[in-house]
């Protein structure tokens, strides 16, 4: 554990060193999945597939908050559903408008909620996401776990639903906006998601604000375990069996980055609980005090030894203190 607690206080010291560094890195090579699982999900617009165009755009975002690579994400995902369907370029427009509007109004420093959220749906894994957030954030935040669900089941569903926007009929316009607008209003397991996902971040919230012992430890557990079972028994209920091996494992990883969170952010050393009261004018306080765990850092000293120098004396002055005479120095 020592061992483990004096590499956490390195990476803190090179985080705090050369932090801009390190959030310009990790921009890049977030804005390089995004834009590549955006053309390969759904890369109907050939340009824009090109590597260039997505090297391009992740250094411009390396350099820029991260809330400029949602707007470039959702103005690259708007140019994909042009070259399929007008209608589902507008839903989604709309959609995104709308989704813009309240991460805005009620979150607006968490966009790397939002994108990893859609991130980690691509990958069958985002019940990490309601679980961090619920450990990290304020309930705000989780606004942004559900426009990056929101997002990534809009775009799901018009990929899986293509056959309906590839008629080149005029008088099917109208049956095109009607299948964009279903994906949105029709999308059971959409729904199912987002209420899992809302209603674990806020049992984790509750519980790990809460002044019992390992608070954050029963939070993390409690909150995994209340979506397993909200997610295995939706599915069961939807039909959807095959998606339950992912849940499983979305849960085992979301149980292992809870304990990372943990022990960055909040690893206390429950043996030295300390309970303090003291009083003012109007009140008692009752104060519990749980010293954190660390490493203090090992100062190495060198001491430099240096040899003597060499003095040399003049005879006749050592003569003299000798009073001996001065040839017997010979």
């Keep these: 554990m020592t061992g483990l607690l004096e590499i956490r206080e390195k990476l803190r010291i090179f985080y705090g060193r050369y932090e801009l560094y390190v959030i310009t890195g990790m921009k890049f090579v977030l804005g390089l999945v995004v834009f590549f699982l955006i ?7 050939e340009r824009l597939k090109h590597p260039a165009v997505v090297l391009i755009l992740s250094l411009g975002c390396a350099f820029l908050p991260i809330n400029a690579m949602m707007v470039i994400a959702a103005g690259m995902i708007l140019v994909h559903l042009f070259a399929v369907s007008l209608e ?8 995104f408008l709308l989704l813009l509007f309240m991460y805005g109004k009620f979150a607006p420093q968490n966009g790397y909620g939002t994108i990893l959220t859609s991130v980690l749906c691509c990958f069958r894994v985002p019940q990490v996401m309601p679980v961090a957030e619920g450990l990290l954030k304020e309930p705000s935040a989780y606004l942004s776990v559900l426009c990056g669900t ?13 056959v309906n926007f590839t008629a080149t009929e005029e008088t099917e316009g109208l ?10 209003v029709g999308n059971k397991e959409m729904y199912l998601v987002l209420a899992a996902f ?6 984790v919230y509750v519980i790990r604000r809460q002044s019992i012992n390992y608070a954050w430890r029963i939070a993390m557990f409690a909150g ?10 939706g599915y069961i209920v939807l039909d959807k069996t095959e998606n339950i091996l992912w849940i499983i494992l979305g849960i085992l990883l979301s149980f ?12 206390l050393d429950y043996s030295r ?18 010293p954190k765990v660390f490493v203090a850092q090992k100062d190495k000293k060198v001491k430099q030894i240096t040899p003597k120098k060499r003095t040399t004396v003049n005879r006749r002055r050592l003569a003299e203190e000798l009073d001996i005479d001065q040839d017997l120095l010979d």
């Design 88 to 95: 589902a370029c507008a839903i989604g427009l709309c959609l």
């Design 150 to 162: 929101v997002t990534y089941y809009f775009v799901k569903g018009v990929q899986d639903n293509l």
């Design 198 to 203: 809302f209603i674990t971040a806020l049992v």
């Design 175 to 184: 049956s095109r906006f009607t299948a964009a607008l279903k994906i949105l």
């Design 273 to 290: 609980i300390e309970r303090v009261q003291f009083e003012d004018d109007e009140y008692y306080y009752f104060v519990k005090a749980v």
């Design 256 to 267: 292992g980055v809870s304990l990372i969170l943990e022990f960055f952010f909040y690893h």
């Design 39 to 45: 053309n390969s999900q759904i890369g109907y617009m």
């Design 224 to 233: 995994n375990m209340v979506e397993l079972v909200i997610l295995l028994v």
